[in-house]
C-alpha cells in the first residue's frame, strides 16, 4: 500500500502559469482533502471531497479550483499562478465512516514556488 | 472563525523529561481532537485522537481533554531527541470531517 502519493514533489512556476497538482489514494478512502500549509500558519483547508461526485470550498479556496476524478484521485488546479499560493501542498483522505474520530492521512506534499 | 491556538515554542526540554505541550479551541461544538507529529520537511503524522474528557494514554504519549476549559493537551514522558518535531493540534470543525489546525508547537529535546 502506497498510501497518498503526490506528484509533483516539487514545481517553480512563472506568475500566471497554470498547473495541476496530482493526489491519489489506496486505501479505498471516501473523503479526500487539499490543504496549504505556509510558515507560521499551519495547514489551511482549500477544498474537500466528502465522497465521490461531491467537492466543497474549505478556508481559502480562492485561486483554486479541483476535480474528484474518481474514488482514488482528487487534483488540484491553479489556473494563473500568483506569488501568494507559494506554498506546500498537501493532500489527505479520511474513511468518512461517519465517526468523528475519522483520521486523515496525509501524503508527502508539494512544495509550489511562484515567481 | 473558529480557531485553534497554540504556543509556536519551541519548547526545550532535557532528554528524559517530560514535555507539555498545550492547544485551546473556540469551538464549543468540537467533538474530536487530534494530536499530528510533522518533522521538518516532512508531512503530518497522527499520534493520537481523544474525544472524551479526561486522559488517553498511547506509550509514552498522553493527551489529556478538558472540554469545560476548551482545551486539549499532549505529554511525552522520557522525552528523546527523536521526539523533535513541531506538534500539530486538530479540532473537528463544523462538520465530523473537516479538521481546523492549530499552528503547531516545534518541541526540541536536547541530548
Known amino acids: 500500500n502506497a498510501g497518498v502519493t503526490q506528484t509533483p514533489k516539487f514545481q517553480v512556476l512563472k506568475t500566471g502559469q497554470s498547473m495541476t497538482l496530482q493526489c491519489a489514494q489506496d486505501?479505498?478512502?471516501?473523503?479526500m482533502y487539499w490543504y496549504r500549509q505556509d510558515p507560521g500558519m499551519g495547514l489551511r483547508l482549500i477544498y474537500y471531497s466528502a465522497s465521490e461526485g461531491t467537492t466543497d470550498k474549505g478556508e481559502v479556496p480562492n485561486g483554486y479550483n479541483v476535480s474528484r476524478l474518481n474514488k482514488r484521485e482528487f487534483s488540484l488546479r491553479l489556473e494563473s499562478a500568483a506569488p501568494s499560493q507559494t506554498s506546500v501542498y498537501f493532500c489527505?483522505?479520511?474513511?468518512?465512516?461517519?465517526?468523528?474520530?475519522?483520521?486523515?492521512?496525509f501524503g508527502p506534499g508539494t512544495r509550489l514556488t511562484v515567481l | 472563525q473558529k480557531e485553534v491556538e497554540q504556543n509556536s515554542g519551541p519548547l526545550s526540554v532535557p532528554e528524559g523529561a517530560i514535555a507539555s505541550l498545550n492547544c485551546t479551541y473556540s469551538?464549543?461544538?468540537?467533538?474530536?481532537f487530534f494530536w499530528y507529529r510533522q518533522y521538518s520537511g516532512k508531512s503530518p503524522e497522527l499520534i493520537m485522537f481523544i474525544y472524551s474528557n479526561g486522559d488517553k494514554e498511547d506509550g509514552r504519549f498522553t493527551a489529556q481533554l478538558n472540554k469545560a476549559s476548551q482545551y486539549v493537551s499532549l505529554l511525552i514522558r522520557d522525552s528523546q531527541p527523536s521526539d523533535s518535531a513541531t506538534y500539530l493540534c486538530?479540532?473537528?470543525?463544523?462538520?465530523?470531517?473537516?479538521?481546523?489546525f492549530g499552528s503547531g508547537t516545534r518541541l526540541l529535546v536536547r541530548p
Open positions: 486538530a479540532v473537528t470543525g463544523d462538520s465530523s470531517y473537516k479538521l481546523i
Open positions: 489527505a483522505s479520511s474513511p468518512f465512516s461517519g465517526f468523528s474520530t475519522d483520521t486523515q492521512y
Open positions: 469551538d464549543r461544538g468540537s467533538q474530536s
Open positions: 486505501m479505498n478512502h471516501n473523503s
